[in-house]
């Protein structure tokens, strides 16, 4: 008999992807999806999809007989205006997730954090055992994953069998949106990225980091995060091996930060209260001040998590955003 998943976020990036690797495991996947959500990511696969909200008082009903609840299910944004937003859907949604799985008696849940809620050790690597003072961790973003990632800790803590994961930053299909790290992608493969910062990212294929939600169910500590990453390297690196798949040239200008932080401070702070549409959020070129390097020891020994070469991400990115017409823009 399958294993059933009850699966948050499936609409999404991450969690498109941990659906197909659900299935492919061999579980019955059973998605929450909101009524207005754009669902084309979840089309053509066999599963249930339960229309409902986080918060919803009948969540717990819809988990009924569940092996497993994945909550990947969160907002992402950087942008200062979307704050409580933020706050309601990431650390009241997870709460709320967290208590139905409790009322349900679901026996396991695997909670998709993120490093972002680890915070950015300056100078160094940083691992699960490092946390950044939560003051210190910048946006509303952050912030929200952190504070979720409390109420999941605190549930462990009362008895709850609760596993944590924290992706670094995933590159892949089925990137929508698409995320941040894929609007790079997708600006740089059309000519639209003259220049850019010098910063660093832990770059991963999105199909290890749904390999690793299953690893976490399979072998995590209730109560334990697991970084789920792959490789650390600069912005310039990434766009180099970006280039070489897709036999574009890296760009050649640095931009000092202070230029892109300039112009999101006056886009965001000012323009934007007489109806300007910012183009750069503040939050996001204050975290390129820093490189955000991560180590995946504990996830290698504890799950066997075992990330693959980039190189495969970037190659299913490239053809994926090809394949749904991200790529027919041209610089002008």
Excluded: C
Aim: no cysteine; proline share 5%; net charge positive.
């Amino acid at each position: 008999m399958k294993k059933v998943a009850f699966l948050t976020g499936g609409t999404g990036f991450v969690g498109g992807n941990l659906a197909r690797a659900l299935l492919d495991d061999g579980w019955h996947v059973r998605a929450l999806a909101r009524p207005e959500s754009d669902r084309r990511n979840l089309a053509g696969l066999e599963l249930d999809i339960v229309e409902g909200d986080l918060l919803a008082p009948n969540v717990a009903e819809l988990m009924t007989g569940a092996d497993a609840v994945f909550h990947v299910a969160a907002l992402y944004s950087l942008w200062r205006r979307d704050r409580d937003a933020l706050f309601h859907s990431n650390v009241l949604g997870t709460h709320a997730i967290l208590e139905a799985a409790r009322s349900a008696g679901v026996p396991r849940v695997v909670y998709t954090s993120s490093v972002s809620a680890i915070g950015v050790k300056s100078g160094g690597i940083a691992d699960e055992r490092y946390q950044s003072p939560p003051e210190r961790l910048i946006g509303a973003y952050k912030q929200s994953k952190y504070l979720a990632e409390q109420e999941a800790l605190a549930a462990a803590r009362a008895g709850q069998d609760v596993v944590i994961v924290n992706p670094t930053t995933p590159i892949g299909p089925w990137d929508r949106k698409p995320t941040p790290t894929g609007d790079i992608l997708v600006r740089f493969l059309t000519g639209r990225m003259p220049a850019l910062v010098e910063t660093g990212l832990n770059f991963v294929d999105v199909a290890d980091v749904a390999r690793g939600h299953l690893l976490a169910y399979d072998r995590g500590r209730s109560g334990e995060r697991y970084i789920l990453g792959g490789e650390n390297l600069t912005l310039r690196a990434l766009l180099r091996r970006v280039g070489e798949a897709s036999g574009r040239r890296p760009p050649l200008l640095t931009v000092p930060v202070w230029l892109p932080l300039a112009v999101a401070w006056l886009e965001e702070g000012l323009l934007s209260r007489v109806g300007h549409q910012p183009r750069i959020a503040v939050d996001a070129v204050r975290m390129s001040r820093e490189s955000m390097f991560y180590d995946t020891s504990k996830a290698k020994d504890q799950l066997g998590y075992d990330p693959g070469p980039l190189d495969a991400a970037i190659r299913d990115a490239i053809r994926w955003f090809a394949e749904n017409g991200y790529l027919l823009k041209r610089a002008r």
